[in-house]
């Protein structure tokens, strides 16, 4: 199973971006994922995480009224819809996915690959 994020980039301040999560691979099932960054010097830490099934979702203060993180279950992909940029968000996006393997059963994180956000003042 292989998650790979997409959409990062380079944006001026109080701009949008829009990152996806797709995950692929064999035969699997996606419990809860979220977004994690990490900047440069500093810790992972969490963005936004949502549920598999209501889809509750959850967000860090810094980022609250600013992003949206969704789900299409249909297609195995999470998106992550970052609206008034600021040059703090500045960070590596990394996706994370509790993905239950069904042949032969496993269940454990899988992580993207990231994807640069950076925000110019």
């Known amino acids: 199973v292989q998650l790979v994020e997409s959409g990062g980039g380079l944006v001026q301040a109080g701009g949008s971006l829009r990152l996806s999560c797709a995950a692929s691979?064999?035969?699997?099932?996606?419990?809860?994922m979220g977004w994690y960054r990490q900047a440069p010097g500093k810790q992972r830490e969490l963005v936004a995480t949502?549920?598999?099934?209501?889809?509750?979702?959850n967000y860090a203060d810094s980022v609250k009224g600013r992003f949206t993180i969704s789900r299409d279950n249909a297609k195995n992909t999470m998106y992550l819809q970052m609206n008034s940029l600021k040059p703090e968000d500045t960070a590596v996006y990394y996706c994370?996915?509790?993905?239950?393997?069904?042949?032969?059963?496993?269940?454990?994180?899988?992580w993207g690959q990231g994807t640069q956000v950076t925000v110019s003042s």
């Open positions: 949502i549920t598999s099934g209501s889809g509750n979702t």
């Open positions: 994370k996915a509790v993905i239950i393997v069904i042949t032969p059963l496993d269940v454990r994180d899988y």
């Open positions: 691979g064999s035969t699997f099932r996606i419990n809860a």
